[in-house]
């Protein structure tokens, strides 16, 4: 995989490139038979670039199939770069005496080239991979058949594991993966997608309407309280400081500060149920 990675510049110039700025050798009127032999027989660089150019298609062809599995960060051209490889060990390999065409023959080359690149570049193992893949899978086929989530011993007798090796196949599937944040999360109705960056929660953010929720019920519980009484609730609830500490900021015992706390929800308590007997509907 150094080597792939090494040329990754030059093998990106090369698909880009190559299609487009295609001049007319003089192999172009040669059958592809007598094009093959000279090759085999010859093995010049002139002759193979002809044939690189030739099939660079196919390197086009395998990889746009194996980026519709893939997430859209995946950029083809890559894929393209490393499915070079694979058509030079195809050129290099193919023989005529294998009685099939190039075209069948170099595909499984470029796909496994294509492949080895993706592998090299995921941190996560195989098997965790396909250990994850199994209880994903038990998970929705038990989700679709009971229109629920499966509990763990649930899921355990579906997979038929038990003890420690059910353990390591849950504790696979809870691995943490990376996504891109340019990745894109759904198709919008506009002209512009959506992507991860645009969804992602900022646990800073403050929402509005709940602000407003909770100054309300700070005001609500606090109306009627003296200014000890209004800071403790205020420092307890809302600054989550404890008796202890209460105490030491208003210059309290802490059995002191307990004693109010006790005191101040009794009285809350006795409103609010006032208050709910007011609002019974009248028979």
Excluded at 86 to 98: N, Q, S, T
Excluded at 262 to 273: E, V
């Amino acid at each position: 995989m150094s080597r792939m990675r090494a040329a990754s510049r030059s093998n990106r110039y090369a698909v880009e490139h190559a299609e487009p700025s295609r001049k007319a050798t003089r192999f172009d009127e040669m059958p592809m038979r007598t094009v093959w032999v000279t090759y085999q027989r010859e093995r010049t660089e002139e002759l193979r670039n002809f044939l690189m150019e030739k099939f660079l298609h196919l390197v086009r062809y395998n990889a746009e199939r194996i980026a519709q599995r893939l997430p859209d960060e995946v950029d083809i051209q890559d894929l393209m770069s490393a499915g070079l490889f694979g058509l030079m060990d195809a050129i290099d390999g193919f023989d005529l005496k294998h009685g099939v065409k190039f075209e069948t023959y170099c595909a499984p080359r470029i796909r496994g080239a294509i492949l080895d690149e993706l592998r090299s570049m995921d941190w996560v193992p195989r098997l965790v991979r396909h250990r994850t893949s199994r209880v994903e899978s038990a998970r929705q086929k038990f989700e679709m058949a009971n229109g629920r989530a499966p509990t763990e011993d649930e899921l355990s007798e579906h997979l038929k594991l038990d003890g420690e090796e059910f353990e390591k196949f849950r504790r696979d599937s809870a691995t943490v993966s990376t996504i891109s944040l340019s990745r894109k999360c759904f198709q919008s109705d506009g002209h512009k997608d959506v992507r991860e960056i645009d969804v992602i929660r900022d646990a800073h953010q403050s929402n509005p309407f709940s602000e407003i929720q909770r100054r309300d019920v700070k005001d609500m519980i606090t109306k009627g309280l003296s200014r000890a009484e209004r800071l403790i609730v205020i420092l307890y609830y809302y600054e989550e400081m404890t008796m202890k500490e209460i105490g030491a900021t208003l210059d309290l015992s802490e059995s002191r500060v307990s004693q109010m706390h006790s005191s101040i929800l009794a009285r809350l308590k006795a409103q609010m149920q006032s208050r709910s007997r007011e609002l019974e509907p009248v028979e």
